[in-house]
């Protein structure tokens, strides 16, 4: 097992919120071809909120001159990840439960930044030798069986009691460490699967690398 799938395995991802509202199907589509313009303000956004409450502990306000894909509407995962590329960070949720996407990521960066128990509080020092992750998902659609997923393209979902253990698209590429995470940060036991179509952005320097379905 790589550095990066031993580090996703202690991943237990977590949802602040797992609500009835949907967001527009194709939302994920138009992310996936999103210009570098919008990568770059989603992910320009996650940091400010990021490093503003690592360091002040305050929320910032969200911003008005926004690319429009911001102001859409859909689940968020804000993660982030050390220079060994292990996870540092990572909080979220499946369903929208702001008003847009920009909210949604001030909302899963403080989280992330703040109030992930599973790590020790993240400092100024350690903020900024960290790189973020911008994640955006589309509703989880229920499936019989994970079997005919692939690892490097789809995400998954397993539920248990109403608690989502979600593994996110590239975590591993190996389908059954996908499906026992999975099991795992639900909390075992009988669950219900989903799939889960999402599309990610990583911070790489002064840019973003942007890593997708194909």
């Not at 968020?76 to 909210?103: K, N, W």
């Not at 930044?113 to 998902?137: E, K, W």
């Not at 599309?199 to 997708?212: F, N, Q």
């Amino acid at each position: 097992m790589g550095l990066m799938e031993k580090a996703a395995a202690c991943l237990a991802v977590l949802l602040f919120a797992a609500g009835s509202a949907r967001a527009d199907s194709g939302v994920v589509h138009r992310w996936r071809t999103a210009d570098a313009a919008t990568q770059s303000a989603a992910l320009g956004l996650a940091r400010e909120a990021f490093d503003a409450y690592v360091e002040r502990h305050v929320v910032i306000a969200c911003p008005a001159d926004l690319p429009p894909l911001l102001r859409e509407r859909a689940g968020v995962f804000v993660s982030s990840m050390d220079e060994r590329g292990a996870p540092r960070c990572c909080m979220g949720t499946l369903y929208p439960t702001q008003s847009d996407i920009a909210h949604e990521i001030i909302a899963s960066a403080v989280a992330a930044a703040g109030h992930d128990r599973r790590f020790a509080p993240v400092t100024s020092a350690l903020a900024h030798r960290i790189r973020l992750i911008v994640s955006i998902v589309a509703a989880p659609v229920p499936i019989a069986s994970p079997e005919g997923l692939d690892p490097v393209a789809d995400g998954l979902a397993a539920e248990a009691g109403g608690r989502f253990g979600v593994v996110l698209s590239g975590e591993t590429r190996k389908r059954d460490r996908m499906i026992a995470w999975a099991r795992i940060r639900a909390g075992g036991g009988a669950v219900r699967w989903f799939r889960i179509d999402d599309v990610r952005m990583i911070e790489a320097g002064g840019g973003s690398e942007h890593t997708s379905r194909p």
